[in-house]
């Protein structure tokens, strides 16, 4: 719009007004990509270098021990497959109820269309909260499973509004009509012509659950005591978090404290590069999908 | 016929009345497939139920295709709803929900009788309305400056670059805080100490947390919120921009007395959606930025429920906890939409 009046004069009003947000936006830029920018330089930068200040705009003393020291952590390889397995998995059953769903529910000729969408509308502002939903888990049987993961959370309200927009406005009433002509149920239509027409959707909802997933740590801090079957946040957790240089006021024994040094110089050269590598697979999709990833927010806006 | 070997006081007063009705059965045999008669008598006494169910019969696979996912719903989220009546008994897990004892009020007055309740909501309130004061205002004016942005293409990679955030897990934002913020080999204390200031502990710091934890916020989300407002400033009509154009309007008059106005709906929507969850501040965040130091402002009902209900196994006042919580929420929800639907027509429902 702004480039159809390229050849009138700006006022100088808006010229200070361009340079004011000129300069702003750039400042918020740079606020957003530094910190990103200097993990990514601290993680393959000497250790010494990096907690000594002297790493600022190039990484110093090229080195790859933070990345090396990351692989030979057991828990944290073990992490990242439990990880990966659990959002495969929580994905695909979390597509498998969506989908269907959201297309019954966009049928206009769909007798129960009204009290199923309230049922799930509720949920988005009732709950039962974190205890009771906590004993119905244990009660059936998920405590220390992946199920836990997977199964509570497995229709997302928003989500499922999302694609439910979709179905709306890119399979036409016509298409089906003509298919019931042709003796085509429902579940034959919705295999052999709706589900061929979805592939955008399914690439949204995709993203949607399987970054949720990957960045999800609360349900298996509560579901999951078995470190075995930790997914990768919650070993993160203890790395990042829980042995942060936070200066408590513990009595240490001299031989304690020699010890915590040398896994403090250990931990530090690692964490820059653990938190490269736990983005890896957000990071690696991320310039593909941001398209698909907005759109999804626009179709949603368009539903509240 | 099926209905003739009936006993007779299940016919009676339906069928036997309805001769005429019965006359027409050989008619209806015909038409539909056999067996079906008997079905169609009692529709027919019934016309309400008749339409309903023949509604069904075009799109029972429909049904079906909603089916797992309300199954899991009504376990995994209607179920605990009806749990939540362990907040007024004396949970025990061998006797289970519906087998423990009753004790009425005594988890809630135990909780507002401790000295920790007024704490909890003080910093839950105040983190909240802190979050949605800074993050609100942020979201709504990079919308506006990124939407008045001459540099489409500058203005892409703003964009990109912003969003980014978002998708970062809030173990590895926390853990980026701790590692930035951490007094020995921090960044933030490295810039201090080369300007000649003292070390100073962020995360122990209790008059610092609120502001690292809100601000650190808007950092990662205020992209990702902006994200809406953009999508809903295309919509607005260029003849607008034009008229006031002629009009000698600045750019910043017209998107003070344009764009804004016209965001207004979807501010409002936000904001009533925001309130209604302000007492229910995310867990995940608040409990991996949480230690022992900072507890006096850092400890949020979502954090003390899952401290009381998971470590300490005490369920049924952790229970009574979270149910108050959800019923400030909603009464502040119901609240908010009201004033506003006083105030404008936007209200949500």
New interface residues.
């Given amino acids: 719009m702004e480039g159809t009046h390229k050849h009138v004069r700006r006022a100088r009003a808006d010229v200070i007004y361009d340079t004011i947000i000129f300069i702003i936006l750039t400042f918020l830029f740079l606020i957003v990509a530094y910190p990103l920018y200097f993990v990514i330089i601290s993680s393959i930068s000497d250790p010494i270098a990096v907690s000594a200040g002297k790493v600022v705009f190039a990484p110093v003393g090229f080195t790859l021990d933070g990345y090396k020291e990351v692989f030979k952590t057991k828990t944290v390889v073990r992490g990242f497959l439990n990880s990966l397995v659990i959002t495969v998995m929580g994905t695909s059953i979390n597509l498998l109820v969506t989908i269907p769903t959201s297309y019954a529910l966009s049928r206009p000729d769909f007798t129960l269309k009204r009290p199923i969408t309230l049922f799930y509308i509720l949920t988005m502002f009732v709950g039962g909260g974190m205890m009771p939903t906590y004993v119905v888990v244990r009660n059936t049987g998920l405590l220390n499973t992946w199920w836990a993961l997977v199964l509570p959370g497995c229709l997302g309200v928003y989500n499922m509004i999302v694609a439910r927009t979709f179905f709306k406005t890119n399979i036409p009433l016509e298409l089906m009509e003509a298919a019931k002509l042709d003796g085509c149920g429902n579940t034959k239509f919705f295999l052999y012509v709706v589900l061929p027409l979805s592939g955008a959707i399914t690439a949204i909802l995709c993203l949607y659950y399987g970054v949720g997933h990957w960045n999800s740590y609360f349900s298996a801090l509560i579901y999951i005591q078995k470190r075995e079957l930790w997914p990768l946040q919650l070993e993160l957790r203890n790395i990042l978090v829980l042995n942060s240089n936070v200066m408590t006021r513990q009595v240490m024994t001299e031989e304690e404290l020699l010890e915590k040094r040398r896994l403090d110089a250990l931990k530090e050269m690692m964490k820059y590069s653990l938190i490269i590598i736990s983005s890896i697979p957000v990071l690696i999709i991320y310039p593909f999908v941001q398209k698909h990833f907005v759109k999804g927010v626009m179709i949603g806006s368009v539903k509240g | 016929m099926i209905i003739e070997n009936l006993p007779d006081y299940l016919t009676r007063g339906r069928f036997r009345s309805r001769k005429a009705g019965r006359a027409v059965q050989p008619a209806r045999n015909r038409a539909g497939p056999g067996g079906t008669n008997e079905g169609g008598i009692f529709l027919a006494a019934n016309t309400k139920k008749k339409s ?1 169910l023949q ?2 019969r ?2 029972w ?6 089916l ?3 199954i ?2 009504i ?10 009546q ?1 907040a007024f008994r004396n ?1 025990k ?1 061998k006797k ?2 519906w087998g423990s004892d009753w004790v009425g009020l005594k988890n809630f007055m135990r909780f507002f009788n401790s000295a920790d309740w007024m704490i909890l909501v003080r910093n839950t309130l105040l983190l909240s309305v802190y979050s949605l004061a800074a993050g609100f205002p942020v979201a709504v004016i ?1 919308a506006l ?2 939407n ?4 489409k293409r500058y ?1 892409k ?2 964009q ?6 978002n ?6 934002m ?3 805080l ?3 913020l ?4 921090g ?1 933030v204390n ?2 201090i ?2 300007l000649g200031g003292e070390t100073i ?1 962020f ?2 710091e209790v008059s610092m947390w609120r502001h690292i934890y809100v601000w650190s916020g808007v ?1 990662q989300g ?2 990702w919120s902006s ?2 407002y953009f ?2 400033l295309a919509g607005v009509s ?1 003849e607008y ?1 034009e008229a006031a ?1 002629v009009d ?1 309007a ?3 008059q017209r998107i003070l007395h344009i764009d804004l106005p016209f965001l207004a709906p ?1 501010m409002t ?1 936000l904001l009533i959606m925001n309130m ?1 969850s302000i007492l229910s501040v995310g ?2 965040k608040a409990y ?2 949480q ?3 900072n507890l006096p402002v850092s400890d949020i009902i ?1 954090t003390y ?2 401290r009381y ?2 470590i300490k196994s005490d ?1 049924s006042y ?2 009574a906890v ?2 108050m ?2 019923i400030v929420n ?1 009464i502040l ?1 119901v609240t908010v939409n009201y004033i506003t639907g006083k105030m404008s027509d936007n209200a ?1 429902f």
């Fill in positions: 309903f509604k069904m075009g799109n696979d429909l049904l079906l295709f909603c797992p996912g309300m899991f719903t376990i995994y989220h209607y179920i605990p709803i009806y749990g939540m362990i949970y897990p289970g929900i990079l400056m990124l008045s942005f001459r540099h203005r990679l703003i990109a670059v912003t969003y980014a955030p998708f970062i897990s809030t173990i590895v926390c853990g980026m701790i590692l930035f951490s007094p020995r080999v960044v490295n810039v100490r080369a502990n995360m122990a950092w205020m992209g994200v809406i999508a809903a260029p921009h154009i000698g600045t750019k910043f979807t929507m209604g867990f995940e991996a930025l230690n022992d130091l979502a429920t899952y209900g998971i369920i952790s229970s979270g149910l919580n959800s909603s929800l949500l």
